[in-house]
């Protein structure tokens, strides 16, 4: 049997960047630019490139055009096929710095792995690699090849059979995955990597991850901004799943009465995770409202309020008092340490307001000391809040399968959520 043959690029960097399904729709819209003259030039583009994903949310017409002709002054000047998809890739990055702050803090947890934008950063792996190394360095498969060095490719090139993502997974949700069903063996064939890729995948979307636009092929060439979009979700849904009412009844204190209740339960574990903050940090007399994971914490000062109030009995006054925000950061890190917090953080990124960095450091603190009582009166409250298993089991299947699609809008929770159509 024929095997199927994909879109390919005689650049091997450039065919990296995509997948087959991103490539075979920029071949599409390439071929719909072509003129009269039956070639696709420079003036041709603007209008075509103006409609794709990612850049008609961001960039007209006017400004396409203008990028264009900084690289390609005369708009006659014919474009092959590579040299659209360096273009594309130039308009991705400019998209993106105009995107800026200005992305919205909750498209941290909704982030999809359609990778039109590759915005993970070193930062983020570095991240990424500390998280697995802590988590999965005690596995019988995994610890003949953790730790991992974050400035090499050691990440990907485990990805390519399948066991570390399968593992990740288990680690996030457990009990997701048999682990009798993973072929572990020190050298897999091309089959039995494909049974482990397509068992991650599957089991991915069960957990609520968008795999839109990934498949087995791109997992086996460890592609980095696909395996590193997949694993950014699976270790975002690890460190968001107690942020809620059920695994963590102790929430309810964040609310006054009964009436709050409904609100709380619709809240996503992003909004969730700041009230808890804010509640904390207005407990601490800081005066400010925390309202993003990003430009909101660059000073420091809400992260020296927060781990003075849960802990006190590390409390450093000279967090406060300090000048440079740098400093104060590395004084918060150094507090974060003593409760057990890892160093999976940096001042740098704190001082930069990397949203992902930032949500996963409050995240950490959150598990290990959130700070709330452990008062019978509300907790009983909270545990008498209506709980058919049968519809809740219902309604996180139908929310995970919603969330796999790949769409914009993400479902905390099915019946607040499509309410308003």
Not at 280 to 305: I, Q
Request: hydrophobic share 40%; proline share 4%.
């Amino acid at each position: 049997m024929s095997g199927f043959v994909g879109v390919l690029v005689s650049d091997p960097w450039l065919q990296s960047q995509f997948t087959q399904v991103e490539l075979r729709g920029l071949k599409s819209n390439h071929l719909s630019a072509k003129g009269d003259s039956g070639h696709v030039t420079v003036g041709n583009l603007p209008p075509i490139m103006v409609k794709l994903k990612g850049l008609h949310e961001v960039l007209t017409e006017e400004e396409i055009s203008a990028i264009l002709n900084a690289s390609y002054p005369d708009d006659s000047h014919e474009m092959d096929f590579e040299a659209y998809l360096r273009a594309y890739l130039e308009l991705q990055a400019q998209a993106g710095n105009k995107r800026g702050s200005v992305k919205n803090s909750s498209s941290f947890l909704k982030a999809t792995t359609t990778t039109l934008l590759h915005t993970i950063g070193e930062s983020e792996q570095g991240f990424f690699v500390a998280h697995i190394n802590g988590y999965l360095g005690d596995d019988s498969f995994l610890k003949n090849y953790l730790p991992l060095d974050p400035a090499s490719d050691d990440l990907f090139n485990l990805a390519k059979d399948g066991v570390l993502l399968c593992k990740l997974i288990n680690v996030a949700v457990p009990g997701t995955i048999d682990e009798r069903a993973i072929n572990t063996k020190r050298v897999l064939n091309p089959w039995e990597r494909n049974e482990n890729h397509t068992l991650c995948l599957n089991s991915a979307k069960a957990i609520g991850c968008t795999v839109v636009n990934i498949g087995t092929q791109d997992l086996v060439e460890g592609r980095p901004h696909l395996v590193l979009g997949l694993i950014s979700q699976i270790i975002k849904i690890q460190l968001l799943a107690d942020l809620n009412l059920k695994k963590t009844p102790q929430l309810v204190e964040l609310i006054d009465d009964s009436q709050d209740a409904e609100e709380l339960l619709g809240l996503s574990p992003e909004k969730m995770l700041l009230k808890w903050m804010n509640f904390h940090l207005k407990r601490a007399g800081y005066k400010k409202t925390v309202t993003n994971f990003s430009s909101d914490l660059k000073d420091g000062e809400a992260y020296a309020y927060l781990l003075n109030v849960l802990a006190p009995e590390h409390c450093n006054p000279a967090a406060l008092d300090a000048k440079d925000p740098t400093e104060r950061a590395k004084m918060v890190l150094d507090h974060a340490e003593k409760i057990n917090c890892k160093r999976f953080v940096t001042s740098k990124d704190i001082v930069e307001g990397s949203a992902n960095l930032n949500l996963g450091f409050i995240a950490q603190i959150f598990h290990e000391r959130n700070g709330l009582s452990t008062d019978c009166r509300k907790i009983s409250f909270a545990e008498m809040m209506p709980d058919d298993v049968l519809v809740s089991r219902e309604e996180r299947a139908f929310r995970l399968w919603i969330n796999s699609l790949g769409i914009t809008t993400y479902v905390n929770n099915v019946f607040e959520d499509v309410r308003n159509g």
